[in-house]
């Protein structure tokens, strides 16, 4: 199955990213190239396709992170591009040195089960949408015009675990399991939902 790491987003940073989603052609016609709400996420590690005993390990290296919850906020709007080409539009996340402390562990567990490490720089995001050949003028007045875009501070509690198949239209993303951050009182954290098919 084809996995990744992530965090999910409360309801309402999700409503407000929401609103980020237009005024921008992103496809030919009728193409709905924004990414739905209920698919807003941050990466922390692509896994790509990953058989059950692979899945197995890369859970059970998880499951053994140990690290603290931390506040998270969103903030401005950028794009991904290679040469000339727009790869994403995605809203960026503040500073948290917390946030590449957990990138930091996911890592380091996904290459202790046996997978490949990243070898890239970790840029944490939310991906708006992926367009096709948005006119460059038109991509630089959307940046200009959210460029204030912030949220307010979210607390991070778990990371998880998803699965990703193609649905018709969109992705459709299934969290296989989550993982618990500790709070500041407790030591240590555990995974709190059913383990990997
Ligand atoms: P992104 O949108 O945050 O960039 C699930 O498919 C997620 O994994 C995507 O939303 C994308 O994260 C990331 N992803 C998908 N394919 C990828 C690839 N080939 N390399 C790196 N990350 C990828």
Request: charged letters at 20%; a positive charge.
């Amino acid at each position: 199955m084809r996995l990744f790491v992530a965090l999910a987003l409360p309801e309402e940073i999700r409503w407000q990213l929401r609103l980020l989603c237009g005024g921008l052609p992103t496809g030919n016609g009728s193409v709905n190239r924004w990414v739905p709400p209920e698919n807003f996420h941050i990466t922390l590690r692509f896994l790509g396709e990953v058989d059950g005993r692979d899945a197995h390990y890369v859970d059970a290296a998880l499951a053994g992170i140990r690290a603290p919850r931390f506040s998270l906020r969103l903030k401005g709007v950028d794009a991904f591009t290679s040469g000339q080409r727009v790869k994403a539009v995605y809203a960026g996340v503040e500073k948290q040195p917390a946030l590449q402390h957990l990138h930091d562990k996911v890592e380091s567990a996904v290459v202790r089960a046996g997978l490949p490490p990243e070898g890239q720089k970790f840029t944490p995001h939310v991906t708006l949408t992926r367009p096709k050949d948005p006119p460059i003028a038109k991509l630089q007045q959307y940046l200009v015009e959210h460029s204030l875009f912030k949220t307010a501070p979210f607390e991070v509690t778990h990371f998880t675990l998803f699965s990703s198949e193609m649905g018709s239209e969109h992705s459709v993303y299934t969290a296989q399991r989550s993982y618990a951050l500790s709070a500041p009182q407790q030591s240590g954290a555990g995974a709190t939902e059913s383990s990997v098919a």
